[in-house]
């Protein structure tokens, strides 16, 4: 098996368009036409970098690879030249597709190029389809691995091929180099739904091409969501009716920001997604029933679930274990764990995998009785001040609700006395004192900030997660950490 069977098979489907930017179309057949004269193209080569935005050339690049057998690596485009160099140095002989080669993959004929296509290479499951180079929030970026079994699996064990109502479109502005550039492509082409590509995410944009297009489905990381919303009078409607559907994920969601995109968007149908590059995306999902459960309900451990990220997929296993490995009750928090026909968990030149063929996120979390997990941040993140670990999430969250608080980051700085101190980042217009005040009256002493910081912006990834060691960084720059404004 092998992921251009999603191709072949959304092919044999009719006429109807399946990728779209800029008002231009291809259908399914067409990019197999020019998936295939790739393929020629990239044969001889060990590996395909693409190095460019969403593109009409990126399903023929990722496509081309599969049918030639190499790897597809879809670079992040934003990082500077010496660090593109030295990804290109761990593919040497790659072939790289930059923004000036994109246009002659799809304008070149569709129709086969004698000498050019050659017989399609073996298809072989475990054979490596993709590779993502994470995004380094916390060291230098590692290269997962993800072969054709995993992304087949994530695809066939989660949705019915051609399940799509015609004219339903997908708009992807998430960048091609991030795990759900990729899954959204295959997805969307698996059940029938047209693909419109945003080049670069704008929130104003966005909401036009929403209109523009007819976007039925979407999905967007927190920080996009959040702008987007932004953009709405609170209170007020979107003015998107097409739209039916909108997931979000990628990175910890505010519960003010979920709370604010379900007014600005009353009709449409939320679901938030929680997977990690190694796992080939999405491995839980908070849908929309669950939504709306929680926003309806008066029990406080209902109305809780919409803080969480939903329960595992068919064909996932979640597990949360201390830190010696033993199971944890439910609503105890741990580390979690996942296992799966979909998780590659494989990093260039080693696995992650246990004997069992777990996977640990590195990420703490919890689960309910009823299976629904919440995700409580990054393990390396957990601060252990006078002995107790405390989530970072925990305390953004009380801050976010205070309203002279757009965005928080919370961290440990070391501490003589208390092994950590609490540091909160803040960005807004606030009264420190104030806030920490609040903050206080809603959390025990011993979480509340010892020092409060207003920072114009937070640094951030291009898909929205937060930078905790450059926060650290620029804190560790400080000749003392008083309570200030930038």
């Not at 959304?10 to 197999?32: F, H, I, Q, Y």
């Not at 399940?163 to 795990?179: C, E, F, I, K, N």
């Not at 540091?423 to 020092?451: C, F, H, N, Y």
């Amino acid at each position: 098996m092998n992921i251009t069977m999603i191709l072949e098979m959304a092919a044999s489907g009719g006429e109807r368009a399946a990728v779209t930017r800029d008002g231009r179309s291809l259908t399914a057949a067409e990019l197999l036409g020019l998936a295939r004269r790739a393929a020629g193209r990239f044969r001889d080569a060990p590996a395909v970098l693409y190095r460019g935005v969403n593109h009409l050339a990126y399903p023929v690049a990722l496509f081309g690879a599969a049918l030639a057998g190499v790897p597809f690596v879809p670079l992040n485009y934003r990082l500077g030249s010496d660090q593109l160099e030295e990804i290109a140095r761990r593919h040497p002989g790659a072939l790289v597709l930059g923004p000036d080669d994109l246009d002659d993959l799809v304008d070149g004929p569709a129709e086969s190029d004698p000498g050019a296509e050659q017989e399609a290479a073996p298809w072989d499951q475990d054979a490596v389809a993709v590779i993502l180079y994470t995004s380094g929030t916390t060291a230098a970026p590692k290269a997962a691995l993800l072969r054709h079994k995993h992304l087949l699996a994530y695809v066939l064990n989660t949705l019915e091929f051609g399940s799509a109502a015609d004219g339903d479109a997908a708009l992807v502005a998430v960048p091609p180099y991030h795990v759900a550039g990729l899954t959204n492509l295959l997805s969307n082409l698996y059940t029938g739904r047209r693909v419109v590509y945003l080049p670069a995410f704008d929130a104003e944009e966005w909401l036009a091409t929403v209109r523009a297009e007819r976007v039925t489905h979407a999905m967007l990381v927190p920080t996009m969501l959040a702008r987007i919303v932004d953009r709405v009078p609170d209170g007020g409607d979107a003015g998107t009716p097409s739209l039916r559907s909108l997931a979000y994920g990628g990175a910890r969601t505010p519960r003010t920001v979920v709370e604010k995109a379900l007014r600005a968007f009353p009709t449409t149908d939320f679901a938030n997604a929680y997977g990690l590059t190694e796992t080939a995306s999405s491995i839980a999902v908070l849908g929309p029933e669950d939504h709306r459960a929680a926003v309806a309900s008066d029990d406080p451990a209902v109305r809780d679930r919409l803080t969480s990220v939903g329960r595992a997929l068919p064909g996932v296993e979640i597990a949360v274990r201390t830190e010696d490995g033993t199971p944890c009750e439910a609503g105890e928090t741990g580390l979690v764990f996942v296992r799966g026909d979909q998780i590659s968990g494989e990093y260039r030149g080693r696995s992650a995998l246990d004997a069992d063929g777990w996977f640990p996120t590195r990420d703490r979390g919890r689960l309910d009785a009823e299976g629904y997990l919440f995700i409580e941040g990054r393990a390396d993140d957990t601060i252990i001040r006078g002995g107790e670990n405390i989530a970072p999430a925990e305390i953004e969250d009380v801050l976010l609700a205070h309203p002279g608080v757009t965005e928080a980051a919370v961290v440990g700085v070391p501490d003589e006395e208390w092994g950590q101190r609490i540091v909160a980042v803040l960005v807004g217009d606030g009264d420190p004192d104030e806030i920490r005040q609040w903050a206080k009256a809603r959390l025990r002493t011993s979480k509340t900030p010892d020092v409060i910081v207003f920072r114009p912006e937070l640094p951030r990834t291009d898909t929205g997660k937060l930078l905790r060691r450059a926060l650290l960084a620029e804190l560790d720059t400080l000749d003392s950490l008083e309570t200030t404004h930038a």
